[in-house]
């Protein structure tokens, strides 16, 4: 089986959100699959089989199948157009989540996918305790997304990870304006044993809604500000988000199973 290694939401590599991606003819068992991306210990690992005119597509955490990740569709997506699908400018993603696209858009790759609504909850002392900061507004959809008070705080934040298990929202995510960039972010996910994801392109399906709303645009460039860093080029379309971003391989290699 061949797996590549690639870093994704970035220009060159050590930087972005890894990920371990197998192009298959066919799925293996979910035990092998799981016992991959646990080797692998990367935040996610992505699964892709090729039916008729469109990729099955299934991610891994080193814990457990998740329905939805972003960062591993576009180290995908770029491994299918530099290496399989090579006068390809669009591919067809299936997964439990439902239909995605991605197209080649010179150095970005934008993938297509179902926008989070941000829903206002009230803000609770669990949840500033759990991150080590105030906040000043919480936001729940699949993730749990907490708006801070500068990209400073979000920067420096150093949570309590047991304490964010036993919050709402599969990740927890926290928010700020940025100087540069549109806003700034940080996504931990503790749940599914990946203490802090570098760059996810699934949870700015709810970040980039909220931020569109708030500044009163479609278009937002996000900063995710992890020790790694990434950038994401959000559109959001009404029930949509668009998000484009670039990426590096690191490796390729041949698993020997």
């Given at each position: 089986?061949?797996?590549?290694?690639?870093?994704?939401?970035?220009?060159?590599?050590?930087?972005?959100?890894?990920?371990?991606?197998?192009?298959?003819?066919?799925?293996?068992?979910?035990?092998?699959?799981?016992?991959?991306?646990?080797?692998?210990?990367?935040?996610?690992?992505?699964?892709?089989?090729?039916?008729?005119?469109?990729?099955?597509?299934?991610?891994?955490?080193?814990?457990?199948?998740?329905?939805?990740?972003?960062?591993?569709?576009?180290?995908?997506?770029?491994?299918?157009?530099?290496?399989?699908?090579?006068n390809s400018r669009r591919i067809e993603f299936e997964t439990l989540s439902g239909k995605?696209?991605?197209?080649?858009?010179?150095?970005?790759?934008?993938?297509?996918?179902?926008?989070?609504?941000?829903?206002?909850?009230?803000?609770?002392?669990?949840?500033s305790e759990a991150i080590g900061a105030k906040v000043l507004e919480a936001y729940l959809?699949?993730?749990?997304?907490?708006?801070?008070?500068?990209?400073?705080?979000?920067?420096?934040?150093?949570?309590?990870?047991?304490?964010?298990?036993?919050?709402?929202?599969?990740?927890?995510?926290?928010?700020?304006?940025?100087?540069?960039?549109?806003?700034?972010?940080?996504?931990?996910?503790?749940?599914?044993?990946?203490?802090?994801?570098?760059?996810?392109?699934?949870?700015?399906?709810?970040?980039?809604?909220?931020?569109?709303?708030?500044?009163?645009?479609?278009?937002?460039?996000?900063?995710?500000?992890?020790?790694?860093?990434?950038?994401?080029?959000?559109?959001?379309?009404?029930?949509?988000?668009?998000?484009?971003?670039?990426?590096?391989?690191?490796?390729?290699?041949?698993?020997?199973?």
């Amino acid at each position: 089986m061949k797996q590549f290694i690639v870093d994704a939401f970035t220009e060159k590599i050590f930087g972005g959100n890894p990920a371990g991606v197998c192009i298959m003819e066919s799925f293996p068992s979910e035990e092998l699959m799981r016992n991959i991306a646990m080797e692998n210990n990367l935040s996610e690992t992505a699964f892709a089989v090729k039916e008729g005119n469109f990729y099955r597509l299934r991610w891994f955490t080193p814990a457990a199948e998740i329905n939805f990740c972003g960062h591993a569709t576009l180290a995908t997506a770029f491994v299918l157009f530099n290496f399989y699908e090579k006068n390809s400018r669009r591919i067809e993603f299936e997964t439990l989540s439902g239909k995605f696209f991605v197209e080649r858009k010179e150095n970005l790759f934008e993938m297509d996918f179902p926008a989070y609504v941000p829903k206002k909850i009230l803000v609770t002392r669990e949840m500033s305790e759990a991150i080590g900061a105030k906040v000043l507004e919480a936001y729940l959809g699949r993730d749990l997304l907490m708006v801070l008070e500068s990209a400073e705080a979000v920067e420096k934040l150093s949570p309590n990870l047991d304490a964010l298990k036993k919050l709402d929202g599969l990740t927890q995510a926290v928010t700020a304006a940025d100087k540069n960039f549109d806003c700034a972010s940080r996504v931990f996910a503790p749940k599914v044993k990946v203490p802090e994801d570098p760059v996810t392109g699934s949870t700015h399906c709810l970040i980039a809604p909220y931020w569109a709303a708030r500044l009163g645009k479609k278009k937002i460039i996000a900063r995710q500000a992890s020790a790694r860093g990434g950038i994401l080029h959000c559109e959001v379309l009404g029930e949509r988000v668009k998000i484009s971003g670039s990426a590096a391989l690191f490796s390729v290699a041949d698993l020997k199973i």
